[in-house]
């Protein structure tokens, strides 16, 4: 089975805060992807990645940017984090060709 | 930008009972995916469908598509409560790459 999974369940950090967030992979899938998720706002997609150490911005990248050095893992950074960016932060990866993502479980930040 | 939009927003029904949600699009699609989410968990694919392909099943679920009225519906028969979740239809970002954007779900409550 696929398993993507992300640092951690919940997270609490202060306003202007470094923030990492990590996503790792075990299927070897080229294509890794980061969205955030909001009551109301569905699924926005923040960077993606095809290859390392190659990014793309999503539909909302500002305030985000992203870091890919090994194929299986994906890295998002909010270099200074603020209260808008608390959210339901999810991570996906998929086969280069292949449509279908699969996900990791979330990470829930609370920014105070 | 939103390409994907479900309807209805919410639906509740009895264990046993069919439920039927919908999606529209915007622009031609190559394919239509629908994932499903459980209370604050990652999203898992449940199903493709090709533009060139009308109707397809899996299990429970079957999917269509009109590609001339540029939607989609997804139907569950004889619910469980273990569908209850939320349900997302998505399709490609633009015709180059497999990045999705996503509608902003049904949230489904199958009661017994």
């Known amino acids: 089975d696929v398993k993507v999974t992300q640092s951690s369940r919940y997270l609490v950090k202060r306003t202007g805060e470094k923030v990492f967030l990590e996503c790792v992979q075990d299927m070897d899938h080229e294509n890794m992807f980061w969205y955030r998720q909001d009551p109301g706002l569905g699924l926005r997609l923040i960077y993606f990645s095809y290859d390392v150490k190659m990014k793309e911005k999503g539909d909302i990248p500002e305030g985000y940017s992203v870091s890919r050095e090994k194929k299986e893992r994906f890295s998002l950074i909010l270099e200074s984090a603020s209260t808008n960016q608390t959210s339901m932060y999810l991570c996906?990866?998929?086969?280069?060709?292949?449509?279908?993502?699969?996900f990791g479980p979330g990470t829930r930040l609370t920014v105070t | 930008s939103q390409q994907g939009e479900e309807d209805p927003q919410a639906l509740s029904i009895q264990e046993g009972e069919n439920a039927t949600m919908n999606c529209s699009y915007k622009t031609s699609i190559n394919n239509l995916q629908w994932y499903r989410q459980n209370s604050g968990r990652g999203l898992v694919h449940l199903i493709l469908?090709?533009?060139?392909?009308r109707e397809k099943h899996s299990g429970r679920l079957r999917v269509t598509l009109d590609t001339s009225k540029k939607s989609s519906s997804l139907l569950i028969t004889a619910s469980r409560a273990a569908d209850t979740a939320s349900y997302f239809c998505a399709t490609l970002r633009n015709q180059a790459g497999t990045a999705l954007i996503f509608g902003k779900g049904t949230t489904l409550s199958v009661s017994s």
């Open positions: 469908i090709r533009s060139n392909e």
């Open positions: 996906a990866s998929s086969p280069r060709n292949l449509y279908e993502q699969y």
